[in-house]
């Protein structure tokens, strides 16, 4: 069956950087969309950010310019690497696919931010 799993969460100061990773099986990868969601206490869940198989990359826009996602096909991995983190990043970041017209989520990595 379709496995993400996370990690790399964790505290870090505002202005700080941290790097997630999502372990990923079960699927096709290299042929795969793949991608990284958040949600904050109280709020939706959102997309943060998306690469697809031939590599483009789309994000939202509170973190474009800071945020980097990247995928490794020869290890069925992907990343975020996020920079200048804010508060208002403070999230579970949810590692995403989608496989046979299904998506599929991680079971979430905590990123706290705070001085």
């Known amino acids: 069956q379709v496995q993400l799993v996370e990690s790399g969460g964790g505290l870090v100061q505002p202005g700080g950087s941290l790097r997630l990773s999502c372990a990923a099986s079960?699927?096709?990868?290299?042929?795969?969309?793949m991608g990284w969601y958040r949600q904050a206490p109280g709020k939706q869940r959102e997309l943060v950010a998306i690469?697809?198989?031939?590599?483009?990359?789309r994000y939202e826009d509170s973190v474009k310019g800071r945020f980097t996602i990247s995928r490794d096909n020869a290890k069925n991995m992907v990343y975020l690497q996020m920079n200048d983190v804010k508060p208002e990043d403070a999230a579970v970041y949810y590692c995403?696919?989608?496989?046979?017209?299904?998506?599929?989520w991680g079971q979430g990595t905590q990123v706290t931010v705070s001085s």
């Open positions: 995403y696919t989608n496989s046979v017209f299904r998506d599929y």
């Open positions: 079960g699927i096709i990868f290299s042929g795969a969309i």
């Open positions: 690469i697809t198989s031939g590599g483009t990359t």
